[in-house]
């Protein structure tokens, strides 16, 4: 069974850095289901939504358009973890965050089947 954890999560001021960790464990590393892992957030009152993502077997990665040039999503696969950077934090990148592992890299949330717990980021002066 594939579990995924993650990490990094806080307050940061605005303008601040964070970088968050998603730790994958079991069968979670581009086999048959597996190949995607993405970030989404969901602020209180809001839907889920996209931020970036990648796969586990090559390099291609896919950013919503509030993250690019923001926030870079990176992989280390002997690790099976899954980074988010996020530079030049802004009030409104406050949310509970999430990764997921899925089959493809899509943007729907509904496209991904497992999901971690989620981490906290406060962006706030």
């Known amino acids: 069974q594939v579990q995924l954890v993650e990490s990094g999560g806080g307050l940061v001021r605005p303008g601040g850095s964070l970088r968050l960790s998603c730790v994958a464990s079991?069968?979670?590393?581009?086999?048959?289901?597996?190949?995607?892992v993405a970030w989404f957030r969901q602020a209180p009152g809001k839907e889920r939504e996209f931020v970036a993502g990648?796969?586990?077997?090559?390099?291609?990665?896919n950013y919503a358009d509030f993250a690019k040039g923001r926030f870079t999503v990176s992989k280390d696969n002997a690790k099976k973890t899954v980074y988010l950077q996020m530079d030049s934090l802004k009030p409104e990148d406050t949310a509970v965050y999430y990764c997921?592992?899925?089959?493809?890299?899509?943007?729907?949330?509904?496209?991904?089947?497992?999901w971690g717990q989620g981490t906290q980021v406060t962006v706030s002066s």
């Open positions: 079991g069968r979670a590393s581009g086999d048959d289901g597996t190949d995607a």
């Open positions: 997921a592992l899925g089959g493809y890299l899509r943007r729907g949330p509904g496209e991904y089947n497992t």
């Open positions: 990648i796969r586990w077997i090559g390099a291609r990665t």
